[in-house]
Each structure stands twice: as structure tokens, then as C-alpha cells.
């Protein structure tokens, strides 16, 4: 019976290519997709679930929301948090701290010499908290001695040419460490960023440095690793204790006047820093777990779509099965066994079409891995989780999509079929594969506003949201950035401006100081800024005048006793009580100005608090994302000695030299530089950043749409195909009856055109709704735009049009002579 | 063996009500061979799905090889149907994706035929209407004549009771309409009930009782032979 029934069905696949093949392409490719999204999903959904003892493994997350001030949580925490937490509870098996360098570090072996930016200052305990597989030593003890370092398997490679240089020394901004052990190159899904562990007892270690600011400074990760049976909640609650009792005594005395409405310290599982990402201090960007979850639904919904394709064309073309219904009913079929025999050819497709979908897929991933960033294996043989998640899908597509056509074909009474009489059930069917046409455009049109709106959005914060003219600006880092460097560079043909600034100015980190005017004190931002600064990005003062180097009370670096002049931005002014920008200018505030800012003296003494004069008001503008409000701030011109006061410089250049000017910079860092490795990247790519993930989910979303409509225009070329072959007899003597192929061409279009505007119906209130709610995440976002809804439905009117238009065009011009012959 | 009483059927729609079976009454016993003839809309094609178990009656009793299966339920008509019945089409009615054999088996592969059985008894119906060498072709590569000839092999193979025949030779010309009613004719002397709705005054001479319809009834029984 089996043999009989899938002669059957290969043969009717065969006989009916064109529909075949549109039914199992669109299938195909939806799997491919489907089992895209679904590597992706699951990547992201298992950040760090490879390192053994996971469940013990928490992050330090703290969340405070000073008076007035939005709230902060943040993954990074303060030096002595580690220290004290191990002292305080013995449920803690190890704590160890984790920071970057700062600035990237230069690391150098013979002539191989790069600047590193995934380099961490870890304490030796990091790896037994963090047990990644070793290919050479022992990570768990490699990092006790103060020169040690732990490196990847391919940074190894890079520098030595060998997976294994244990004893091997490279210089780290000079300093000689020695290689005490190498793991595996780290996958991408861990929320860890590293190529090269350092020992944080090195005396260079910014674990040192940072130690000297104890909890004044946030700026390094604390692990903990719990030891077997302690609740991480029991430990939760003991924390408020632990913070009243360690960090607010010295939070307070160095900030006697701020006034906090909420602190929490707690434990964040290893597992979650991926999913709920903290507002600052992750070493990676964090996922979205909404974004994710409409990832996944997109995922379903071109399934759903390739779905409804099978389910159309089977129905629609059920009159001409239904001989064969009629004659195996006449001859002993039940309607159970040929919803057996047509489930089977549902099962037929959907096989052929996942042997095709493993095979693009296989394809795809490549591309799919290099757009990401990410290293995602599609091991499905020996992958038992990802086989039979794939089989289900299939088997469960071939289910749903199979079971009403399957009942549709089985109901034909065969003495009505027979005879060539009506198909039982025709109305109802034409009726189901009319909700199923729109339901596919109401998909395809969503889609569609969606992606136009996430690019608005991310087109947006990129060029308007941060009120700067990054256009043809290169940013050149350097530790510190000079006046010296900056003349050279000035002097370089198709450089039109540059100016140093403090890596805070381009929201590289951010320090706070409290502020006073008139009796109000508020904690702003600050950043030390060169003259020109602001003309480099094309920022003008609201009220006031910007730094001028012709002016001494404005240079921070030549004044022996005063502090020199502020410049606030909007937000700053407001909070500090001035009614308007030109309020503030000419106002004398209280603020705190340390001379010799350094990361060497990060939480030294704070200076008494100095007056100075408000000269100007900027916009507000920021180089950091537009997820997040721009911080009131305030501006100085000060000494340009160390990389916390002086880090990048900011260079516009002629659009015209371009290329040019930035081989001779190149040029000219080769010979001031030091032997530095040369970092430099023009600001809005360097922006980009920050948008990364907005342009990767606006991209997938766009492809997703692409392949939905691409999926929904084959349903509908073939759906079209067949009716209006069906309605050739009527078009006939339509004809016959005195309509013009206009009239015929206006029908057929018309009955296409009513399924995508109930679409349109049901998709545009949908997708208002789901654009609304992303851009919330947002501090800073567009509207969402009538425009772009009436694109939308026209967009749709017109694929539908495009897509069913060769075929109306082609039996509206047909003689009506032949229609009448057919059948 | 076949007998009706008093049945009716009547086809509803939502603004029609079509007589299409009034009160019929006839008797037909195990072997006869009985043609049905009557103008077209006179109900002759309804009465052969009555008589087949493709429809059910409106009102009136069905005994069917003894049974009574007027209210039967689709399923157990379908038992019926496949342990005793075969059918000829006058549009042949064979399944395009299929070859010859395959469609032939069709016959047998509800009945859960062993498949070495299967092949034997579709060898044996086809040399029996002469179209063995013709085996592995599709429908559409034979004649009409040949494709009624599988049609007829198709309704042999399963062994039936009783064999319904609606206008076999009605779309072939006369030696292959000749060749059909000889299959029938054996198949009848083999002891098959056979009914056979026609236009054919010479075909239907080769039955028994040729029993006329009109307006759904029966307007005459005309016994031919012993």
C-alpha cells in the first residue's frame, strides 16, 4: 500500500513540476531560515553554559539611582568588593576581579607587535571561577605569579608560532611577562572578551592601580564562586548588610551631599550577563531578550508562510485529485486511509524540501557567521539536541500543513467526482485559501514596516540623535594625546581641524563630579576638552562663547592657582537651576578641579571645590548610544598629560584629500609615535559600535522579509496560475458576452488585490504596535511615520499585482473562441 | 441477492429539490446480468451509486446480499464496498499517476492483499482482458478501448459479488465496446452479479432483464434470456 501511494505521489509531484517545485522551494527555503534563526537563537541563548560548574559562577551587578537621576545598573563594581566579599562570607569558594587595560595594551615579541584590545588584568584566582578548557599549563595557578600571563591558543600562535610557549616572555607596554599557561581559543557565545589573561599582581596591572581608588571607582568586573549548596539568594539578601556595613562609609565620606533613593548590590548568574545586559561595564554588548523572542517569531512565521503555500496550492489544485479520490473510494478506501495517503505526500514534500534546507543552510552559514560575528556550528549529525529539534520542525510543518488538505481531498463523495461532477467542499476551501493569502501579506507587510522603521531608527542614531558632524572625522588614539601631536597633525595637508580630548568627551567611560550653584548641588558628568573640540564636530554654542586658546582663564594646563572656565551642556544648565542657556553664561559654579587627573590616582584626594565661570552652553551630544539619556556634563581645558585627561585626537578632514591626509598621518605617527601601534578609526564607524546589534537585527529582519515575501509572491504566482486557468471557461464567455481585456485584467487583479488589502487591515495596527514597543527602548527615537504605513500598503498592493499580473495579462488577451473550447 | 423497496432519493440544494429515485422496487439474484437503460436525468446513474453503496437512500430499505444497509455508516459501506464490489466507468476513471498494474492493484490494497498475492491476481485480470503487455504503461499512453479493458481488469481483480457498469462502452466505438461486453458477459456466466446502465439497445440485449427508468422510476422489465 505504502509503494502504491508514494508511486503516487512522486508521480503527481513530477507531473506537476512547476507547482511542485514552487511548494518545496518555498519550504526549503523557509527551513533554511527557520534553522538559521534558530542556531542563532540557541547561540545566544546559551552564553557561558560551557564552562563546568556554571551554576555556582555569579557576576557582581550593582543598581543605584542617585536623587533625581535616572537609575544605573551597572556589571562593574569597585577594587575592594572582591577582597571583602571573601572575607565576609565563607559560603564564597573564590572571588577574583577582572579589567581591562584602558587603554589597549601593546604587546611585543621580536618583531611581531600589536595593540591589544582584548587584554584583561585578571587576580590568579580568575580561572578557578572561570575553568575554560586548557590546552597547555594550569590556568587555576598559572596567574599567582605577579609576571604571569595566560594566553588563546591562536594568540599563541600569533606571537610565538606554536600552541604551547609556556615560559615564552612578551613585552606588555614593556613589561616583561612570561607565558604560564594557554586555553582554548574562547567561543562566541561567553560573555568574556580576551585573548590575553595578565596576572593582576603585576605592578603595572591596572588591578593595581585600581586598588588605590578601594570603592570610589567602578571599573573592573568581581566574580564569585559559590561553594556546593549555598543559595545565591540566602547570599542576596545577606548583601545589603555586606553594603551598609563595606561600601557606604566610604561612599559617603566621598560624597557627603549625594543622596540615593536606591542601592542593591546582588549576585548575576554567569548564565544571565548575556541576556540581561547591565548598562555599563559588560565586556561584550548584551542580547535583547524581546528582540531575540521576535527573532524567533519571525523564524515561526516564514515557516508559517511556506506553510500556508502548501496548503493553497494542495487545495486549490484538489479538483484534480479528485478522480483518484473518487476511484479509491469507490474501491474500498476509508477517508482514514487516504488522509494516510495524502499526510504521506505532505510528508514527501516536506523531506525533499529539508534535505534541500540542510544544504542551503550549510551553505549560508558562512556568510551567516562573518555577518554576526559569531562562530556557530551546524554539527547536526552528531548533534542529537539539534537533529531532533530539526526532524520535529519538519515533522510537525508536514502535521499542521498536511492535515487540511488532507481532509479537504478525503471528503470528495465519489459519486459526485466520478461523474465528473462538483468537488464537495470547494467554497469553504476557496474561502480558507483566501484567510490564508492574507494572513501570508498581513506577515510580509509587518515585516516590511518593520524593517523601514528599525533602519529609520538606527539611520537616526547614527547621524541626528547625537547632535554631532561625524562626517570625515578621524579619531587618532594616543597615550596621551599632545599638544605636540596635535600641531603635527594640524599641519598635515586635507586636515582641516584637530583637537585632543578626554576619553569621557567621546564617552570612552565616564567620571561625575558634584557641582554646586546657588545652594543646588548635582552630580554632573565631566570631560576635559582641547580648544577646537567642538568645531571639530560641528557643535555650537547655544548661549556664549566655546574655549579659545587666546583666552588664559580658559586653559586648565597654564593656570598655577585658579580653575579654569566650564562649558555645560543643555541638561547641565537645567539641573543646575538656570532657566534658560543664556542664564547660565557669566554664572559662577563650584566645582572640582584636579590638576594632575591620571589613572594613576584614580580616588586620590579630591580637591577643595574652586569657582569658576559658565562661558558657554552646547547642545546636548554624545558619542554613546541613544538607548540611553545624555548625561548633564560639563567641559574644561585642562593639562593634556595623562591618557584620562588627554586620550584621542579628533581630526576633521577634507573630504576631498581624504585618503590622502590619512596615509599621511599614518606617515607621521611611523615617526612621533613612539613605536606605538597606530589606532585610529573614523568617528562613525567608530559609532557604529555602539548600533552594531540595531543594524544586525535590522538586517535580519530585512532578510527575513525579503525571503517571507520571496516565500508569499511563489504561493501567489502559482495560486494565480491556477485559477486563472480554472476561470478560463468563464473569461471566455465573459468575452463572448461583449468585456474588453481591460475589464478581464481589472477582474483578475481585483480578486488579488482584496486578500492584501484585509491584510493591510490587520498588519498595519499590528505593526504600529510592535514598532511602538521597540523604539521605547530607546531615550532617543523617530516616530513611527504615516508615511511608512502608507508605503507599506501600497508596497503590498504592488507585489501582489507584480506577482499575479503575467498570468491575468496573458488570459485576458486570449481569443474567446479558445477560452470556450477548453474543458 | 440485490433488493430494493420503496426507496427514494432525493437531491436537495437551497432552492432546488430534485426526484431523482420515486418509490423504486426491483429484485436482482446472485449471477444476473441486468441492464439499465432510460433517457438522460431519468436516474439511472443514481440508482447505480444506490445500488454500489456510493449513496444512500432518502427513504426506503436496501438488503444488500442479505443485509440491510439503507442506514449504514460510511465506514461499514465502505467495508461493503470493498469486500464485494467492482465498478466500470464509461469515463474509464483510472488513476493518471499510476501504471497500468498500479492502478489495477488499487483494487486489492484495501483489502490487505498480500503484495506477492497482488501481483499474481493483477497478472492473471490482465491477461484475462488482454492488456498484460501493456502493464507498465500510464493511462494516457493506451486507447480508450485499452484503458476501459484495465477498467474492467480493475473490477475483476478484487473477485467481487457484484460488478457495476455505468455506460462502459459508451466512449468507445464498436469492437472495443464489443470486447468489453464479452469481459462482462464471462464474468456473468462466472456467477458475478453484473448491472450495466447503457444506451445501447444492442449491448443491452446481451443481459438477462433490461429494466427501464424514467423520472426515477421503473417503467418496464424486459426479460431477455433465461
Known amino acids: 500500500m505504502f509503494g502504491n501511494y508514494l508511486a503516487a505521489s512522486l508521480r503527481n509531484l513530477a507531473r506537476n513540476r512547476l507547482y511542485a517545485g514552487i511548494t518545496i522551494a518555498g519550504l526549503a527555503i523557509a527551513f533554511s531560515s527557520a534553522m538559521l534563526i534558530g542556531l542563532y537563537l540557541r547561540h545566544e541563548l546559551t552564553y557561558d553554559r560551557f564552562i563546568p560548574g556554571h551554576e555556582r559562577v555569579f557576576l557582581l551587578n550593582q543598581k543605584i539611582k542617585p536623587e533625581n537621576k535616572p537609575l544605573v545598573d551597572m556589571d562593574d563594581s569597585s577594587a575592594n568588593l572582591a577582597a571583602d566579599l571573601k572575607l565576609d562570607f565563607p559560603q564564597i569558594e573564590y572571588a577574583a576581579r577582572m579589567a581591562p587595560s584602558g587603554f589597549p595594551a601593546t604587546v611585543r615579541r621580536g618583531s611581531v607587535s600589536n595593540s591589544e584590545r582584548n587584554f584583561a588584568w585578571v587576580d590568579p584566582d580568575f580561572f578557578k571561577i572561570l575553568p575554560v578548557p586548557t590546552v597547555a599549563g594550569d590556568a587555576g595557578t598559572a596567574l599567582e605569579a605577579p609576571d604571569a600571563i595566560v594566553l588563546t591558543r591562536s594568540t599563541a600562535r600569533r606571537y610565538f608560532g606554536k600552541d604551547a610557549p609556556l615560559g615564552g616572555q612578551l613585552l606588555v607596554d614593556g613589561n616583561p611577562m612570561r607565558v604560564a599557561a594557554v586555553i582554548e581559543d574562547l567561543p562566541t557565545n561567553t560573555h568574556l572578551v580576551g585573548d590575553l589573561f595578565a596576572s593582576g599582581r603585576a605592578p603595572a596591572s591596572m588591578l593595581r592601580k585600581l586598588d588605590a581608588a578601594g570603592y570610589s571607582a567602578n571599573s573592573n568586573l568581581t566574580y564569585v564562586r559559590l561553594k556546593a549548596g549555598v543559595s545565591a539568594s540566602a547570599m542576596n539578601a545577606a548583601l545589603r548588610g555586606f553594603a551598609e556595613r563595606r561600601i557606604w562609609p566610604a561612599h559617603r565620606l566621598q560624597n557627603p551631599n549625594e543622596k540615593i533613593d536606591l542601592y542593591e548590590l546582588r549576585l548575576k548568574p554567569l548564565t544571565s550577563i548575556h541576556l540581561q545586559p547591565a548598562d555599563g561595564g559588560d565586556p561584550k554588548p548584551g542580547a535583547d531578550v524581546k528582540v531575540l523572542a521576535g527573532i524567533g517569531v519571525i523564524g515561526v512565521l516564514i515557516v508559517v508562510v511556506a506553510a500556508i503555500n502548501f496548503v493553497t496550492l494542495m487545495t486549490a489544485r484538489a479538483a484534480r485529485r479528485a478522480v483518484e479520490v473518487g476511484v479509491r473510494k469507490a474501491l474500498g478506501a476509508g477517508r482514514g486511509d487516504l488522509i494516510v495517503q495524502f499526510m504521506g505526500e505532505a510528508f514527501v514534500y516536506v523531506a525533499v524540501a529539508l534535505v534541500l534546507a540542510v544544504a542551503i543552510a550549510e551553505l549560508l552559514l558562512p556568510a551567516v557567521n562573518a555577518a554576526l560575528q559569531r562562530k556557530i556550528a551546524f554539527s547536526y549529525l552528531t548533534d542529537p539536541p539539534l537533529l531532533i529539534a530539526m526532524l520535529g520542525a519538519a515533522l510537525a510543518t508536514a502535521l499542521l500543513a498536511g492535515l487540511y488538505p488532507a481532509l479537504v481531498l478525503s471528503s470528495f463523495r465519489p459519486a459526485s467526482v466520478l461523474k465528473g461532477g462538483p468537488v464537495a467542499s470547494g467554497g469553504g476551501g476557496i474561502v480558507v485559501r483566501q484567510v490564508l493569502v492574507v494572513a501570508q501579506f498581513a506577515v510580509l507587510i509587518t515585516l516590511v514596516l518593520s524593517t523601514v522603521t528599525i533602519f529609520r531608527q538606527t539611520a537616526f542614531a547614527l547621524r541626528d540623535a547625537t547632535h554631532t558632524d561625524k562626517a570625515g572625522v578621524l579619531i587618532l588614539f594616543a597615550a596621551p594625546c599632545t599638544d605636540t601631536l596635535r600641531d603635527a597633525v594640524r599641519a598635515v595637508p586635507g586636515v582641516r581641524a584637530a583637537a585632543c580630548s578626554s576619553p569621557m568627551a567621546v564617552n570612552l567611560g565616564n567620571s561625575q563630579d558634584m557641582v554646586e550653584a546657588a545652594g543646588r548641588h548635582v552630580l554632573l558628568n565631566y570631560a576635559p576638552v582641547d580648544f577646537g573640540f567642538f568645531d571639530v564636530y560641528g557643535v555650537r554654542p547655544l548661549a556664549g562663547r566655546v574655549f579659545q586658546s587666546d583666552r588664559p582663564g580658559d586653559d586648565g594646563a597654564k593656570l598655577a592657582n585658579t580653575s579654569p572656565t566650564l562649558m555645560l551642556n543643555e541638561s547641565a544648565a537645567r539641573m543646575l537651576g538656570f532657566k534658560s542657556p543664556q542664564a547660565a553664561v557669566g554664572h559662577l559654579v563650584s566645582w572640582h578641579f584636579i590638576r594632575g587627573l591620571s589613572m594613576t590616582n584614580l580616588g586620590g584626594t579630591i580637591p577643595p571645590p574652586q569657582k569658576s565661570e559658565v562661558i558657554g552652553v552646547v547642545p546636548d551630544f554624545t558619542f554613546g548610544s541613544v538607548r540611553q539619556p545624555i548625561n548633564p556634563s560639563y567641559y574644561y581645558v585642562g593639562p593634556k598629560d595623562d591618557v584620562l585627561g588627554s586620550v584621542a585626537l579628533n581630526i576633521k578632514l577634507n573630504p576631498e584629500h581624504t585618503t590622502q591626509a590619512v596615509s599621511d598621518i599614518g606617515r607621521l605617527w611611523a615617526k612621533i609615535g613612539r613605536g606605538m601601534p597606530l589606532q585610529q578609526y573614523f568617528a562613525d564607524q567608530f559609532m557604529l559600535r555602539l548600533y552594531i546589534d540595531n543594524i544586525i537585527q535590522g538586517g535580519f529582519v530585512a532578510i527575513c522579509a525579503v525571503i517571507a515575501i520571496s516565500i508569499a509572491c511563489l504561493g501567489l504566482f502559482a495560486l494565480s496560475a491556477y485559477t486563472t486557468e480554472r476561470r478560463t471557461k468563464e473569461i471566455g464567455i465573459r468575452k463572448a458576452m461583449g468585456a474588453s481585456s481591460q475589464d478581464i485584467l481589472r477582474l483578475l487583479l481585483w480578486q488579488f488585490t482584496q486578500p492584501v488589502l484585509w491584510a493591510n487591515v490587520l498588519a498595519l495596527p499590528a505593526a504600529w504596535l510592535v514598532m511602538n514597543w521597540w523604539l521605547k527602548g530607546f531615550a532617543y527615537h523617530v516616530s513611527v511615520a504615516p508615511w511608512t504605513f502608507a508605503a507599506a500598503a501600497v508596497a503590498g498592493v504592488l507585489i501582489a499585482w507584480g506577482t499575479v499580473f503575467v498570468h491575468a495579462l496573458r488570459v485576458s488577451r486570449a481569443r474567446p473562441v479558445g477560452a470556450l473550447r477548453y474543458e | ?226
Open chain 2, 1 to 226: 441477492m440485490l433488493r430494493l423497496d420503496k426507496v427514494t432519493k432525493v437531491y436537495r440544494t437551497a432552492e432546488v429539490e430534485t426526484l431523482a429515485l420515486n418509490e423504486i422496487s426491483l429484485e436482482i439474484g446472485a449471477g444476473e446480468f441486468v441492464a439499465i437503460m432510460g433517457p438522460s436525468g431519468c436516474g439511472k446513474s443514481t440508482l447505480l451509486n444506490t445500488l454500489g453503496l456510493l449513496d444512500t437512500p432518502t427513504s426506503g430499505a436496501y438488503s444488500f446480499f442479505g443485509e440491510d444497509v439503507a442506514r449504514r455508516s460510511e465506514r461499514e459501506l465502505t467495508v461493503l464496498r470493498r469486500d464485494r464490489i467492482g465498478f466500470v466507468f464509461q469515463s474509464f476513471n483510472l488513476i493518471d499517476d499510476l501504471t497500468v498494474a498500479e492502478n489495477v492493484e488499487v483494487a486489492l490494497l484495501y483489502r490487505k492483499v498480500p503484495s506477492a498475492e497482488r501481483r499474481r491476481r493483477v497478472t492473471e485480470a490482465l491477461e484475462r482482458v488482454g492488456i498484460a503487455h501493456r502493464a507498465r504503461h500510464r493511462p494516457q499512453q493506451l486507447s480508450g478501448g485499452q484503458q476501459q479493458r484495465v477498467a474492467v481488469a480493475r473490477a475483476l481483480v478484487s473477485e467481487p459479488s457484484l460488478i457495476l457498469a455505468d455506460e462502459p462502452t459508451g466512449n468507445l466505438d464498436t469492437a472495443n465496446g464489443e470486447a468489453v461486453m464479452a469481459l462482462l458477459t464471462d464474468a456473468a456466466a462466472a456467477g458475478v452479479t453484473v448491472v450495466m446502465v447503457t444506451h445501447s439497445l444492442s449491448h443491452a440485449a446481451v443481459a438477462q432483464r433490461t429494466i427501464k427508468l424514467l423520472d426515477g422510476r421503473v417503467v418496464s422489465e424486459t426479460l431477455l434470456a433465461a
